[in-house]
């Protein structure tokens, strides 16, 4: 992996891992804010009308932990019962990895 990538998988098996890299050459302008995060946070995508977007949140084990379908404006997001650590949050297109970047819970 090079600088400002991440990698993880969808279980604790690292033979498939994924990399991901993080807001390069995005098609979205998106504002991920607080950052770090201690009761909720906010997903902007900006403008994305008639776009189909996917919200995930995953461990950074690669375990999926929340997800929000058809995201078209800003996307207030409690923390819940989420643990204090690194995430990774992504947005996804007609299945594709768009725009990712890391979220740390304190």
Do not use: H
């Not at 770090?36 to 403008?47: A, E, I, L, N, Q």
């Amino acid at each position: 992996l090079r600088n400002g990538e991440y990698a993880f998988g969808n279980s604790t098996d690292t033979t498939n891992i994924i990399s991901i890299r993080e807001n390069q050459n995005s098609s979205l302008k998106v504002k991920l804010y607080p950052n770090p995060v201690t009761s909720y946070f906010v997903v902007d995508p900006g403008k994305v009308y008639g776009r189909d977007l996917l919200l995930q949140v995953f461990d950074m084990q690669g375990k999926l932990i929340m997800e929000r379908k058809n995201i078209s404006g800003p996307s207030r997001i409690e923390r819940g019962e989420l643990e204090n650590g690194s995430y990774l949050v992504s947005i996804s297109e007609n299945g594709r990895t768009v725009w990712c970047n890391k979220l740390l819970l304190q």
